[in-house]
């Protein structure tokens, strides 16, 4: 019974990371959604340029629940 219990468990910590997981993606299409994306610049150039940096941190921010179980 007690490798049951474990594998309910370890199952209901992975069920918890993907919802996480989903929650920070859901963030980040916010984000992109932001009007930060969706504006004119004040130099009259397109505003829907985002950073290749801002992308890589967001993507950390994401995977960095799948690092809390091994």
Do not use: C
């Not at 397109?46 to 994401?62: E, F, H, K, N, P």
């Amino acid at each position: 019974m007690n490798h049951i219990h474990k594998l309910q468990n370890e199952n209901r910590e992975l069920n918890d990371q993907v919802l996480r997981k989903n929650e920070r993606i859901a963030e980040f299409r916010a984000h992109l959604q932001s009007p930060k994306f969706h504006a004119v610049q004040g130099d009259g150039e397109r505003g829907d340029w985002i950073s290749t940096g801002d992308v890589q941190r967001w993507l950390l921010y994401i995977e960095d629940l799948g690092r809390m179980y091994p």
